[in-house]
């Protein structure tokens, strides 16, 4: 059965570093996203995206997170400048139209020191 | 922020009992929901959708949706041991974006 992979899967970075991860959704899916996880809390919508442009995204997702589809099978989320607090599980996902079911990747865990 | 509300529990259930799962949801436009299944430490599975008021069935899993209570709920037949982990509710807000309850931990009792 086709599935979201992620990679790293887990990063251990530097306060202040930039970090990158990436995502290779379902091959025939068009619609992507990001999503978090701090532990022991809820699942966290991040940003969606569709036709080479963000679609929608939440206050969370500011000026240091970034999104981008460099190539035809990756998805990737960047962080600028790494703070503490964005210690957490980031799950990328997709799905073949907006409401259909999403799909979720196992998954990166960023450790933020 | 419209709201996705579980019990977070946990629900305790023995052994092949039914265990019940409950959701509320506060966007009344919602037209999509969706029950997933995080095991600790792990991503979220995909269990059921449902899209139209009233019973979907999946093998022991029962999904009931009801629009104008603003009530999702996911019923697990015979439950067994592989069936503890978390499940997660979650609700299509605007065209895309889910989102998602706290979670009911589910521990099935041998």
């Known amino acids: 059965e086709p599935e979201v992979t992620q990679t790293p899967s887990h990063q251990v970075t530097q306060m202040g570093q930039e970090v990158i991860l990436r995502c290779v959704p379902i091959?025939?899916?068009?619609?992507f996203y990001w999503y978090r996880q701090i532990l022991g809390q809820k699942v966290e919508f991040l940003v969606s995206?569709?036709?080479?442009?963000?679609?929608?995204k939440s206050e969370i997702f500011d000026d240091q997170f970034s999104v981008e589809r460099p190539d035809g099978s990756n998805f990737t989320l960047k962080i600028r400048s790494t703070k503490l607090e964005d210690s957490a599980m980031y799950f990328c996902?997709?799905?073949?139209?907006?409401?259909?079911?999403?799909?979720f990747g196992d998954g990166t865990r960023l450790s933020i020191l | 922020q419209k709201e996705v509300e579980q019990n977070s529990g946990p629900l305790s259930v023995p052994e092949g009992a039914i265990a019940s799962l409950n959701c509320t949801y506060s966007?009344?436009?919602?037209?999509?929901f969706f029950w997933y299944r995080q095991y600790s430490g792990k991503s979220p599975e995909l269990i059921m959708s449902?899209?139209?008021?009233g019973d979907k069935e999946d093998g022991r899993f029962t999904a009931q949706l009801n629009k104008a209570s603003q009530y999702v709920s996911l019923l697990i037949r015979d439950s067994q041991p592989s069936d503890s982990a978390t499940y997660l509710c979650?609700?299509?807000?605007?065209?895309?974006?889910?989102?998602f309850g706290q979670g009911t931990r589910l521990t099935i009792n041998p």
């Open positions: 996902a997709s799905s073949n139209t907006g409401a259909r079911p999403q799909h």
């Open positions: 091959s025939n899916h068009l619609y």
């Open positions: 995206f569709y036709n080479n442009e963000i679609s929608e």
């Open positions: 966007d009344r436009g919602s037209q999509s």
């Open positions: 449902i899209y139209s008021n």
């Open positions: 979650a609700v299509n807000q605007g065209a895309q974006k889910l989102v």
